[in-house]
């Protein structure tokens, strides 16, 4: 995978300089499944006001960040979605994508199959839901799935990122990245495949260069593995207190957990 971290320049952030703060959803802004909390609404509002950047990078296809962005009342901003694989303008409601990258499907899934033949696979539909070779449970999976007929459709329909799931589906990620393929596995039975040197970092440091962002006035909010690039990338990283180990170690420092409301401690410290 290709690293974007670079060499910081050696000075604080700026206060009163625009600042972008990427914030991880799932575990870091929200208990997936359920709302923003008033605390972290409020918290980013007022770092809005304050006149800094929040740019929500997930993991969840763009249109399961959508309403989480909605929530938030970010109109105007930059989403990143699908770890990195996608990049939006959300404007006046609507948003515009401005960067996909298209994932090798075939490769990936001739790997799934030779090695974990009861794999499920979903393949995403940018701003709809999923093609998938069975129906996954509807709280796994955002938007409408759509069961395909034969496996080339995965193939003849670009993607920009598989979910494989099935029993160890972990064990397929020394091989997918073998491959060139970028894999994170984000439980032991699901696996987020995608193109070659993708993560949120890299769709970050896209924007930061379009904003005209200082890149010490950048800082980044996770608390799983698909955040430690972009941990390591802000000039701040801030990880959730109920993180893994080897995250909270490639973050500066550490805020609440979620049941704390740890992100709106996170965002109100930027105030200060």
């Not at 957990?257 to 410290?269: K, P, R, W």
Request: charged share 15%; aromatic share 4%.
């Amino acid at each position: 995978m290709t690293s974007v971290t670079q060499q910081r320049t050696a000075r604080p952030m700026e206060p009163t300089a625009p600042a972008l703060v990427a914030c991880d959803i799932d575990g870091t802004l929200v208990r997936t499944g359920h709302p923003v909390t008033l605390s972290v609404r409020t918290a980013a509002e007022l770092v809005r006001v304050a006149g800094h950047h929040i740019v929500l990078a997930t993991g969840r296809s763009l249109v399961g960040a959508l309403p989480v962005a909605l929530q938030l009342g970010l109109d105007g901003a930059w989403i990143v979605a699908s770890n990195g694989a996608i990049t939006a303008h959300l404007v006046d409601g609507y948003y515009e994508i401005t960067e996909q990258h298209i994932v090798d499907a075939e490769a990936a899934i001739r790997i799934a199959l030779a090695e974990a033949p009861p794999v499920r696979i979903a393949a995403e539909i940018v701003g709809a839901g999923y093609r998938v070779s069975t129906p996954f449970p509807n709280h796994e999976l955002n938007g409408a799935q759509h069961s395909v007929r034969d496996l080339s459709e995965f193939w003849t329909n670009p993607t920009p990122r598989l979910a494989l799931r099935g029993p160890s589906a972990y064990q397929l990620v020394p091989s997918l990245r073998a491959a060139g393929l970028t894999a994170i596995a984000t439980r032991l039975d699901w696996v987020d495949v995608t193109a070659p040197g993708i993560s949120k970092a890299t769709a970050l440091e896209e924007i930061r260069t379009h904003l005209g962002v200082e890149d010490y006035n950048t800082v980044a909010i996770g608390d799983s593995e698909n955040d430690v690039e972009m941990l390591d990338w802000a000039a701040c990283g801030i990880a959730m207190a109920h993180a893994p180990a080897f995250v909270i170690a490639a973050a500066d420092r550490t805020t609440g957990t979620i049941d704390d409301d740890g992100a709106a401690s996170a965002l109100l410290s930027l105030l200060n």
